[in-house]
């Protein structure tokens, strides 16, 4: 799994996922430069796969053995949004089922994304995305869908 965060100049930041097969340096590589341009300040803590972003963007990094914050390097708003995510999913849903959990990322991305809007500007917002859209039973339970998860 891999979350972004782009920090907003309003404190809004807006949060990506998606699931990945990998957590290697040229995995993460390859999917960030799919969301985020060249050239943009990118943050994150001494984790080894995010070393050599700085040839295509300005990385800062915090060290956590060290301190949490250094000016305006630090992790804190990703941070936050990983937080509510685990809580979500071991609180709330309990029992997550691998071909679904797009879908949990999927819908705390959006409430995340969309926390700083009123609870009518989320529902409009919620609403004018599922118009038009069907989910049969079979693809809501993944049975139209190849298997991520092998058993051995």
């Known amino acids: 799994m891999r979350i972004d965060y782009v920090r907003g100049r309003s404190r809004g930041g807006k949060v990506t996922t ?3 097969a990998e957590r290697d340096k040229s995995t993460l590589h390859g999917h960030v430069a799919e969301c ?4 943009t300040t990118v943050y994150s803590d001494e984790w080894g796969p995010y070393t050599g972003l700085n040839a ?3 990385h800062q990094i915090i060290n956590h053995a060290e301190k949490y914050v250094d000016g305006q390097v630090h992790t804190n708003g990703i941070e936050n949004f990983w937080s509510l995510l685990k809580r979500s999913l071991s609180g709330t ?6 071909f679904h959990l797009f879908r949990y990322l999927d819908e705390q991305s959006f409430r995340f994304n969309a926390r700083r809007g009123t609870d009518a500007s989320r529902f409009m917002e919620a609403v004018q995305n599922i118009v038009g859209k069907r989910l049969t039973y079979q693809h809501l339970i993944g049975a139209d869908a190849p298997a991520l998860v092998t058993a051995t």
């Not at 849903?93 to 691998?98: A, C, D, F, G």
């Open 18 to 20: 998606k699931i990945i």
């Open 36 to 39: 985020i341009e060249a050239g």
């Open 56 to 58: 295509n963007y300005i």
């Open 93 to 98: 849903y309990v029992s997550v089922e691998p």
